[in-house]
Nanobody, 125 residues
Framework: QVQLVESGGGLVQAGGSLRLSCAVS????????MGWFRQAPGKEREFVAA????????YYSDSVKGRFIISRDNAKNTVYLQMNSLKPEDTAVYYC??????????????????WGQGTQVTVSS
């Protein structure tokens, strides 16, 4: 069973930065596509960013493009989400997710096999 553990969430003022980490317990980590999703109260889980197994391709939602950066360190079995210029509307529980199978679309949550427990990010105005 693949386990994902997020860390790095917290409270930050608007305009500030946070870096989320997701540690993955899987020897073949580099064969997994990784994604970050978020869910605000009363809303559906939404795609934030994704990265291919090699790290060579990245994808972002329009709402975070230019502010967030996804990266991975396959030697450390860890994926990161650097969040800059944070806005109150970024407030949500952030989840990392992993999938082994290739799909051309990185955005649907249903295409991911494993999920972390989530970490809260709160941006104050």
């Amino acid at each position: 069973q693949v386990q994902l553990v997020e860390s790095g969430g917290g409270l930050v003022q608007a305009g500030g930065s946070l870096r989320l980490s997701c540690a993955v317990s899987e020897r073949t980590f580099s064969s997994y596509g990784m994604g970050w999703f978020r869910q605000a109260p009363g809303k559906e889980r939404e795609f934030v960013a994704a990265i291919s197994g090699s790290g060579g391709r990245t994808y972002y939602s329009d709402s975070v493009k230019g502010r967030f950066i996804i990266s991975r360190d396959n030697a450390k079995n860890t994926v990161y989400l650097q969040m800059n210029s944070l806005k109150p509307e970024d407030t949500a529980v952030y989840y990392c997710a992993a999938r082994r199978r290739y799909y051309s679309d990185y955005t649907p949550p249903s295409t991911y096999d494993y999920w972390g427990q989530g970490t809260q990010v709160t941006v104050s105005s």
